[in-house]
């Protein structure tokens, strides 16, 4: 199945039609999607395939392959070579890159570079044709989720609780809607090796891009990188050239209502994903950590300093 899929998605690219010897290479590291290294006339490629039933979680293919566009013509994405429709497949040059260890990214330089790339892409990006409000994809993910029985927790009413009480803070002062990545998982940057030079910070994997809150970005990054208080100030200077409470506090609620939407992403791929993974225990995981985030002795003071001014 995956053979005939890569072997059919070679055969739309045009500039692989005259290459003699195409590789193949499966790469690893995604969970809902294949991705392949392909070889070809001294060039390296990746061609994503789009994984079955995603659309269940509210992508949009024409979406993700216009935010990678102009994320590669700003130099934060590798550069798309090519759209196969009507599947939404996406060719990308390959970059020669190492992973960066979650050790590492935390540091103030890295910290630094990656605010750098996620502005850039929240200043300079076209409107994207596709919302992504943390509270409605809740809602949508949950609705999936119940019709096709999935398991809930015991206290989900203390959870949706708890998010109402985050909505209805954030409210007194709406974000204006950007465009935004919404998945800042680490496995999702790379550092570009370059021969002599300082690589450049990469960022991959566009499928849930969308015009949200710039809040829910550095949030989500902050919690996937479980950034202590030192470093969320230095995120965060880095990002507006200072610091505020309210937007410390603004980041904290972004982080938990990331938390909660990594649970429901878990739970709701427990009944439609056909991959053998433990999205249960990823689900669990992250209502978890929401539980402790929404029950910090800090939490109504959060909900007071985002009606803040300044």
């Given at each position: 199945?995956?053979?005939?899929?890569?072997?059919?998605?070679?055969?739309?690219?045009?500039?692989?039609?005259?290459?003699?010897?195409?590789?193949?290479?499966?790469?690893?590291?995604?969970?809902?999607?294949?991705?392949?290294?392909?070889?070809a006339d001294g060039k390296s490629y990746v061609i994503r395939l789009a994984g079955e039933g995603t659309d269940m979680l509210g992508i949009k293919r024409d979406v993700e392959h216009a935010a990678n566009k102009v994320a590669g013509e700003l130099g934060i994405a590798p550069e798309i070579m090519y759209f196969i429709e009507p599947q939404g497949y996406i060719v990308t040059r390959f970059v020669n890159g190492k992973h960066i260890a979650p050790a590492e990214i935390v540091k103030p330089d890295y910290l630094a570079r990656v605010a750098e790339k996620l502005r850039l892409f929240h200043r300079n990006a076209p409107k994207l044709k596709s919302q992504f409000n943390v509270f409605r994809r809740v809602e949508m993910l949950t609705k999936t989720a119940k019709s096709r029985g999935a398991k809930f927790p015991n206290d989900w009413d203390f959870i949706m609780k708890k998010m109402r009480e985050a909505e209805k803070a954030l409210l007194k002062d709406p974000y204006k809607p950007t465009p935004c990545h919404n998945d800042l998982l680490n496995l999702n940057w790379l550092e570009e090796e370059v021969a002599g030079e300082i690589g450049e910070l990469r960022l991959l994997?566009?499928?849930?891009?969308?015009?949200?809150?710039?809040?829910?970005?550095?949030?989500?990054?902050?919690?996937?990188?479980?950034?202590?208080?030192?470093?969320?100030?230095?995120?965060?200077?880095?990002?507006?050239?200072?610091?505020?409470?309210?937007?410390?506090?603004?980041?904290?609620?972004?982080?938990?209502?990331?938390?909660?939407?990594?649970?429901?992403?878990?739970?709701?791929?427990?009944?439609?994903?056909?991959?053998?993974?433990?999205?249960?225990?990823?689900?669990?995981?992250?209502?978890?950590?929401?539980?402790?985030?929404?029950?910090?002795?800090?939490?109504?003071?959060?909900?007071?300093?985002?009606?803040?001014?300044?």
């Amino acid at each position: 199945m995956n053979t005939l899929a890569i072997d059919k998605a070679i055969d739309k690219v045009p500039f692989f039609a005259d290459s003699k010897n195409i590789k193949k290479i499966p790469l690893s590291g995604g969970i809902t999607n294949l991705n392949f290294k392909i070889e070809a006339d001294g060039k390296s490629y990746v061609i994503r395939l789009a994984g079955e039933g995603t659309d269940m979680l509210g992508i949009k293919r024409d979406v993700e392959h216009a935010a990678n566009k102009v994320a590669g013509e700003l130099g934060i994405a590798p550069e798309i070579m090519y759209f196969i429709e009507p599947q939404g497949y996406i060719v990308t040059r390959f970059v020669n890159g190492k992973h960066i260890a979650p050790a590492e990214i935390v540091k103030p330089d890295y910290l630094a570079r990656v605010a750098e790339k996620l502005r850039l892409f929240h200043r300079n990006a076209p409107k994207l044709k596709s919302q992504f409000n943390v509270f409605r994809r809740v809602e949508m993910l949950t609705k999936t989720a119940k019709s096709r029985g999935a398991k809930f927790p015991n206290d989900w009413d203390f959870i949706m609780k708890k998010m109402r009480e985050a909505e209805k803070a954030l409210l007194k002062d709406p974000y204006k809607p950007t465009p935004c990545h919404n998945d800042l998982l680490n496995l999702n940057w790379l550092e570009e090796e370059v021969a002599g030079e300082i690589g450049e910070l990469r960022l991959l994997d566009w499928e849930y891009a969308g015009m949200g809150d710039i809040f829910f970005d550095l949030g989500n990054f902050s919690h996937h990188h479980r950034l202590n208080d030192e470093q969320i100030r230095l995120f965060l200077t880095s990002y507006f050239g200072s610091f505020s409470q309210k937007h410390y506090a603004r980041l904290r609620i972004m982080w938990a209502m990331s938390e909660l939407h990594e649970s429901m992403w878990g739970t709701t791929q427990t009944v439609i994903s056909k991959l053998e993974e433990d999205f249960q225990g990823y689900a669990d995981l992250w209502f978890g950590r929401y539980r402790v985030h929404v029950t910090d002795y800090r939490w109504e003071q959060w909900l007071k300093d985002v009606a803040k001014k300044k």
